[in-house]
């Protein structure tokens, strides 16, 4: 295991377009560029197989945490550095955590959705400091985006609770904003 892994959260649906398996290989790659380790869901296919197979190619260390309901569904990823097999996703999500210096989502549906809002939710009230990052290239989350500053605007999220998110355009800007700054 690395020093820094990155905790990235992404799609595992098998009807996307094919630029989304390559941003999330070239994702993966660039981590390892870095010197950086993945940790991921576990599972080889779609996205979270691309950015497992990117890191790997980059020389980078894998970390791939998946519940055994899962290992047929989203192929666990047998060639992982380590591959944890977990009863539940409650047990998958505490870990991926647990192993992450900083946490990026691509586009994705429900799951991604669900784990960014979690780990959104846990950088707040102070369960953890480490950086929350929206990789969003594509414009997929852009109404999501203009949802959340929506309810900042009525009261219902708090001064500075949206700006935890760092929303980022390019895989650069969101592996610069992954990087921990020191004080």
Request: proline fraction near 2%; glycine fraction near 10%; charge should be negative.
């Amino acid at each position: 295991m690395t020093e820094y892994n990155v905790c990235v959260y992404c799609s595992s649906s098998l009807d996307i377009d094919q630029k989304y398996i390559d941003l999330a290989r070239e994702v993966g790659l660039e981590i390892a560029n870095r010197g950086w380790g993945l940790v991921s869901g576990g599972g080889n296919i779609s996205m979270m197989g691309a950015v497992a197979q990117g890191a790997r190619a980059g020389g980078g260390h894998t970390l791939g945490i998946i519940p055994k309901a899962l290992i047929e569904r989203e192929v666990g990823d047998q060639d992982s550095d380590e591959l944890i097999i977990v009863d539940d996703m409650r047990i998958r999500k505490g870990l991926m955590e647990t192993h992450s210096q900083a946490f990026l989502s691509l586009p994705g549906g429900i799951g991604t959705l669900e784990e960014l809002f979690e780990i959104w939710v846990g950088r707040y009230l102070s369960f953890h400091s480490q950086p929350v990052v929206v990789l969003d290239p594509f414009d997929d989350f852009a109404f999501l985006h203009l949802q959340i500053d929506h309810l900042a605007k009525k009261g219902f999220i708090k001064s500075g609770q949206r700006e935890i998110i760092k929303w980022t355009k390019s895989v650069d800007e969101a592996l610069d904003a992954c990087e921990r700054k020191t004080d």
